[in-house]
């Protein structure tokens, strides 16, 4: 008997990536396609929607050639949150992509939140920030801008490929929700963020749950790709929510941890409960379910800028080579990594990076450190946060890129002072994302069930020592951050 075999399609910002599983997980094939970012203006950072379709196609394509594909049961779908296109009456792309990077509207965001952000917050669980669609289009609104003047419908890039693909304008709870445009109770289109940015409601997708049936690809998309037209698609969830099924981190207590170029900390909850401190997102994933969580704009991008900057043209191994011999504390270095400006806790796009005690005796295996030790307090920070609303976390998974790093791995290990799981595979989003298209299809029980169906991974152990010592400097950290938060500022 042949192998039944799925697909997640993984439609991110810096790349498509199209992954061939068996049912429990294991990886047969794997594609992946790089997207372009624009930067037209300072603040901005946009892509081009036509571009992010032809590479999605190209990855499909590739990752068939790879292995046989007759025995495919679906394709369930992931995407990147927070992206906004203008589309006319015709579906046609108005305007780029606005990714969740691009922060144009600064502006707009510090006076929401200086008026009614928290109670536009507390209906969508969604922060005031520039990441956001909600805020996306009320720039748009107040200058006027061209695009949003002309445009019939708003998409997300998800739901453009969607309807492109399938002719239907539809959108999943979790992609909703990220957009600031739902009330994350009622899962409907919440009409005080709709008058806010002048939207009606039927220039939106319908909203529809993660297992969602797609079906009658278009024919001219299905013989490009080399899939039958009847081949059942599945609308599946935001990258965020996926990760986390993906790993397997899905009952409460159960926390994972993606750090890529940016980063995130993430657990399910029942229901939609929502930081009284606006310090995190409550993002709807089923009918009786959200994900609660933090997002950083800082993960391995930092330590890829301190790479840069001190000019150091080997791998990120060699970059890191000695840092293991460095102790606890980078010898009196903290390092406040925001130089990508910051989401969860601070909030701010303003927000800078700051070494705070350098040394003349000091050297690069220093800084490394407490680049690796910064990162991972802005995660611990984030991750207080969350302990307020669900309690101390069980189980914590980390996957991404940084988590090929042992010493950060151990880094991270210490500083929460919890064993760290590490996935077997980069590919947490398109396997959950597969997973839900076999739960759609019902040849998967449940969504829980996937924890059977994961490889194993690693088991990283915390250092109580180690973590005895971090405690002390990340109270010396915290402190810092709110002392230096008030010079944050435009």
Not at 106 to 112: C, G, I
Not at 369 to 389: C, M
Request: some cysteine; overall charge negative.
């Amino acid at each position: 008997m042949e192998t039944e075999l799925v697909i997640g399609l993984d439609i991110g910002t810096t790349s498509v990536k199209a992954v061939l599983f068996d049912r429990k997980g294991n990886v047969v094939a794997e594609a992946e396609k790089l997207i372009t970012s624009y930067y037209p203006e300072k603040n901005w950072v946009e892509q081009d929607p036509i571009e992010i379709e032809r590479q999605s196609i190209a990855a499909l394509q590739a990752v068939l050639k790879k292995a046989p594909h007759e025995n495919i049961l679906a394709v369930g779908i992931s995407a990147a949150m927070h992206s906004l296109i203008c589309v006319n009456e015709k579906d046609e792309p108005l305007s780029n992509v606005l990714i969740w990077a691009d922060g144009r509207s600064s502006v707009q965001a510090k006076k929401l939140n200086d008026t009614i952000g928290a109670e536009i917050y507390k209906k969508t669980g969604t922060p005031i920030h520039p990441m956001s669609p909600l805020l996306k289009l009320l720039w748009m609104k107040e200058v006027n801008y061209e695009p949003y003047i002309r445009a019939s419908f708003f998409m997300s890039m998800k739901e453009f490929l969607i309807n492109k693909w399938f002719g239907k304008r539809v959108t999943d709870y979790s992609m909703a929700s990220a957009s600031g445009l739902m009330n994350v109770k009622d899962l409907v289109w919440e009409p005080a963020a709709l008058e806010l940015v002048g939207v009606q409601a039927n220039q939106l997708a319908t909203i529809v749950p993660p297992t969602e049936i797609l079906t009658g690809l278009d024919e001219h998309i299905a013989k490009k790709i080399g899939l039958k037209t009847d081949l059942p698609f599945v609308i599946g969830a935001a990258d965020g929510q996926l990760a986390n099924l993906g790993n397997g981190a899905i009952n409460p207590g159960e926390v994972a941890v993606s750090v890529g170029t940016s980063g995130a900390i993430r657990q399910f909850t029942a229901g939609a409960p929502i930081s009284n401190k606006q310090e995190t997102f409550t993002y709807a994933f089923t009918e009786s379910s959200s994900i609660i969580g933090g997002p950083t704009n800082n993960g391995g991008i930092v330590l890829q800028w301190l790479k840069d900057l001190l000019e150091f043209e080997g791998s990120h191994d060699d970059f890191l080579t000695g840092v293991e011999s460095i102790a606890v504390g980078a010898e009196g270095i903290l390092f406040l990594p925001y130089v990508n400006g910051e989401r969860a806790p601070l909030w701010n796009q303003n927000a800078k990076g700051n070494f705070f005690g350098l040394g003349i005796g000091h050297k690069k295996e220093h800084l490394a450190r407490a680049v690796l030790e910064g990162i991972t307090f802005n995660l611990y920070q984030i991750g207080q946060s969350l302990e307020e609303i669900a309690g101390k976390p069980k189980k914590i998974s980390v996957n991404g890129g940084l988590s090929k790093s042992s010493v950060w791995v151990q880094i991270m290990a210490d500083v929460f002072g919890q064993d760290i799981h590490l996935s077997d595979t980069h590919h947490n989003a398109a396997w959950g994302a597969a997973w839900i298209a076999l739960v759609g299809l019902g040849k998967a029980e449940s969504l829980e069930a996937i924890k059977d169906n994961i490889p194993a991974g690693k088991v990283v152990q915390t250092n109580l020592a180690n973590h005895k010592k971090y405690v002390v400097l990340y109270q010396k950290y915290e402190k810092l951050v709110k002392d230096l938060a008030f010079h944050f500022q435009d």
